[in-house]
Structures are given as C-alpha cells and as structure tokens.
C-alpha cells in the first residue's frame, strides 16, 4: 500500500508559478516512479509528467514542456511539480500517482492522491 498526498494548490496568477509536493508513505518510496495528472472541469484526466525512481529520467506532455519541472526527494519521500507561466486554461486538479508494477514507457499507476486544486486566474 502507498499513501499519496498532495499540496501546494492555490490561486495563481496567469503567467505565475507555483509548485506542488506529494508526499508519499507506505512503500519504499525510491523504488517506483511517479507521475503527475490533472484533470480540468469537463474534461478527461490527462498526464502532465512522469520521472522514474531514481529521478534520472523524466517525461513531460508535450503542453507543459520548458514551463514545468518535476522532481522528487527520495530522502523526503515527496516528488514536486514546478510550474511556471501557467496559463489560465490550466486550472485544474492535479493529482500525484505512484507506479508500482509497470515501467517507465509503459507505466501502470497503482496509486493516486486525492488531489490539489489549481485556479488560475486571467
């Protein structure tokens, strides 16, 4: 069992930053990847961005490439999400998940957070 919990949501500014943490419990935490979604009113959850175990490798849509960064603290057992020039469209709720039993190309995310609401305002 993992445990998945995010923050760090809020109100921002179009064109400001913010970033999101999700701390995770319960499993090795330095042993799987993980990913990061969000999902807009209306619309179907979608990925944002993934990094692998080690926080060697890490893939982004194609949307939020050069604005976001994700990251991860194996030590802290939390993984981030930096966000930058965000744009009003990106109002949404992000969600952490954890990758336990498939790989990095081909992942399968076993575990979710709750959620964190984004609100950007225009």
């Known amino acids: 069992q993992v445990q998945l919990v995010e923050s760090g949501g809020g109100l921002v500014q179009a064109g400001g930053s913010l970033r999101l943490s999700c701390a995770a419990s319960?499993?090795?935490?330095?042993?799987?990847?993980m990913g990061w979604f969000r999902q807009a009113p209306g619309k179907e959850r979608e990925f944002v961005a993934s990094v692998t175990w080690s926080g060697g490798t890490t893939a982004y849509a194609d949307s939020v490439k050069g604005r976001f960064t994700i990251s991860r603290d194996n030590a802290k057992n939390t993984v981030y999400l930096q966000m930058n020039s965000l744009k009003f469209e990106e109002k949404a709720v992000y969600y952490c998940?954890?990758?336990?039993?498939?790989?990095?190309?081909?992942?399968?995310?076993?575990?979710w957070g709750q959620g964190t609401q984004v609100t950007v305002a225009s």
């Open positions: 998940a954890a990758d336990l039993t498939g790989s990095f190309y081909c992942p399968n995310y076993d575990y």
């Open positions: 319960g499993r090795t935490f330095s042993s799987y990847n």
